[in-house]
C-alpha cells in the first residue's frame, strides 16, 4: 500500500483526516505564494489534485526548488534565484567600500538600483502584491524570500538580535577584500609608519 493510497483512505474515511490535509495543503499554498514562484503553486495544487482524484504519484513539494513549469506557463517576473546573485553582489560592492552590514532597506536598494540600471524588472515584479497602504512590489517579497533562502543556505547570516541586518559569510568575500582587510588591520594596530627614503 502506497503513501497516497494511505492518505487518500484518510482524507476520505475521516473528517479530522481530511480538515488536516486540507490545512497542510492550504499552508503549502501559502509558502508556494510567499515564494514568488507560481511553479510551487502550480505543484500544490497538482498534489491536492492527485489526493482527490487517486493518481499514482504524489509530487515532491519544496519551498527552494524551482520546478520546470508546463509550457503553458511563462514566470514574468524574477524569481528567488535569480535575484540571489544580485544580492551577493551588492553586499560584496558595499564591503569593498568598508560596509560589512547591511540592512533589509539597503539591500533592496542596492538590488533595486542594479536591476533598473539594467532594465531588468518586468511589469509582474512592479505589481502591488499587498492591500496594506503603500505599494508593495512584488520583487520586495521575492527579495524577502531570496534572503531566506540564502540565510538558509550560509550565503549570508544575521544576528538574532539584529534580524534585519545581513553580513556575508567569508565564502562570499572575495579572496583580494579579505586580504585588503587584514593588512588595513594589521597596519591599524602597529600604529606607527616607516618612512622609506
Not at 487518500?8 to 490545512?23: F, V, W, Y
Request: with cysteine; aromatic share 6%; net charge negative.
Amino acid at each position: 500500500m502506497t503513501i497516497l493510497t494511505t492518505l487518500r483512505t484518510l482524507i476520505n474515511g475521516s473528517p479530522t483526516a481530511q480538515k488536516a490535509t486540507q490545512d497542510l495543503i492550504q499552508i503549502l499554498a501559502r509558502e508556494a505564494i510567499d515564494s514568488g514562484n507560481p511553479g510551487q503553486l502550480i505543484a500544490v495544487a497538482a498534489q491536492w489534485e492527485e489526493m482527490l482524484e487517486g493518481r499514482s504519484t504524489l509530487l515532491e513539494f519544496s519551498q527552494n526548488s524551482q520546478r520546470a513549469l508546463p509550457a503553458s506557463v511563462e514566470v514574468d517576473y524574477t524569481t528567488a534565484d535569480q535575484l540571489r546573485p544580485i544580492v551577493i553582489e551588492v553586499m560584496q560592492s558595499a564591503y569593498a567600500n568598508g560596509v560589512t552590514e547591511m540592512t533589509t532597506g539597503s539591500i533592496q536598494k542596492g538590488v533595486d538600483r542594479v536591476q533598473q540600471h539594467r532594465g531588468a524588472w518586468t511589469d509582474a515584479d512592479l505589481e502591488d502584491v499587498d492591500p496594506r497602504p503603500g505599494i508593495q512590489h512584488r520583487w520586495k517579497r521575492t527579495l524577502s524570500q531570496a534572503l531566506r533562502n540564502m540565510r538558509d543556505s550560509g550565503d549570508i547570516r544575521n544576528d538574532p538580535q539584529a534580524y534585519y541586518t545581513y553580513t556575508l559569510c567569508p565564502k562570499n568575500i572575495p579572496p583580494q577584500l579579505r586580504a585588503a582587510e587584514e593588512s588595513y588591520s594589521v597596519e591599524k594596530t602597529t600604529g606607527s609608519w616607516e618612512v622609506v627614503g
